[in-house]
Nanobody, 119 residues
Framework: QVQLVESGGGLVQTGGSLKLACVAS????????MGWFRQAPGKEREFVAA????????SYADSVKGRFTLSRDNYKNTLYLQMNNLKPEDTAVYYC????????????WGQGTQVTVSS
């Protein structure tokens, strides 16, 4: 089992920044990839960004390219999401996800952290 805990959400003005963190614990040797997803009220959960845990592959949703940046601290089993130039459309609950098999579904999830961007 892998446990994920997100932190770093909050309330910011349009154009502001936040840095989210996701700490993985448990059987972290299983990890293939970790990523961030978000869900706004009335909408489906959508992909934001993800990376392989030990490799260099990166992927970002078109809506956040140039504004959001992933980083890792493998020694601390922590994934970060630096979010700059935030927009009201970024308002959502942000979830950290993890997967253990390439091309499989993300099967482990954190509890979520709320990000609210005022207009």
């Amino acid at each position: 089992q892998v446990q994920l805990v997100e932190s770093g959400g909050g309330l910011v003005q349009t154009g502001g920044s936040l840095k989210l963190a996701c700490v993985a614990s448990g059987d972290t040797l299983q990890l293939y990839a970790m990523g961030w997803f978000r869900q706004a009220p009335g909408k489906e959960r959508e992909f934001v960004a993800a990376c392989t845990w030990l490799g260099s592959a990166r992927s970002y949703a078109d809506s956040v390219k140039g504004r959001f940046t992933l980083s890792r601290d493998n020694y601390k089993n922590t994934l970060y999401l630096q979010m700059n130039n935030l927009k009201p459309e970024d308002t959502a609950v942000y979830y950290c996800g993890a997967k253990v098999v390439k091309n499989s579904e993300f099967g482990f999830w954190g509890q979520g952290t709320q990000v609210t961007v005022s207009s």
